[in-house]
């Protein structure tokens, strides 16, 4: 059983940067293409798939990010403490959503913005 808990959202302005965490334990790395990824849900939106990590190999991975966060956004792996990153530079007002990680394939979270475990939501809000 897998679980996932996400923190680290909050109140910035455009320009500003967060770090969101997920905490993960159980079996989430295990196959080629099994990782942890971040998904965002704006009011009045769908879900939208932000950034995956997922496993290559024996201690390798790869990443993938959506569109729109290529370039502010680092998603990144802590190997001794199971939690994963997603590092969020030059925020605009359009970052503005819930934030959520997920545990599942990655090819399924990139194309589907589908996970098969969730992790609790956070807020993060930028102000212009």
């Known amino acids: 059983q897998v679980q996932l808990v996400g923190s680290g959202g909050g109140l910035v302005q455009a320009g500003d940067s967060l770090r969101l965490s997920c905490a993960a334990s159980g079996r989430t790395f295990s196959s080629y293409g099994d990782g942890i990824g971040w998904f965002r849900q704006a009011p009045g939106k769908e879900r939208e798939f932000v950034a995956a990590i997922a496993s290559s190999g024996v201690s390798s991975y790869y990443v993938d990010y959506a569109d729109s966060v290529k370039g502010r956004f680092t998603i990144s792996k802590h190997n001794a403490k199971n939690t994963v990153y997603l590092q969020m530079s030059s925020l605009k007002p359009e970052d503005t959503a819930v934030y959520y990680c997920?545990?599942?394939?990655?090819?399924?979270?990139?194309?589907?913005?589908?996970?098969?475990?969730w992790g609790q939501g956070t807020q993060v809000t930028v102000s212009s």
């Open positions: 997920a545990a599942g394939r990655i090819a399924t979270m990139r194309e589907a913005s589908r996970g098969d475990y």
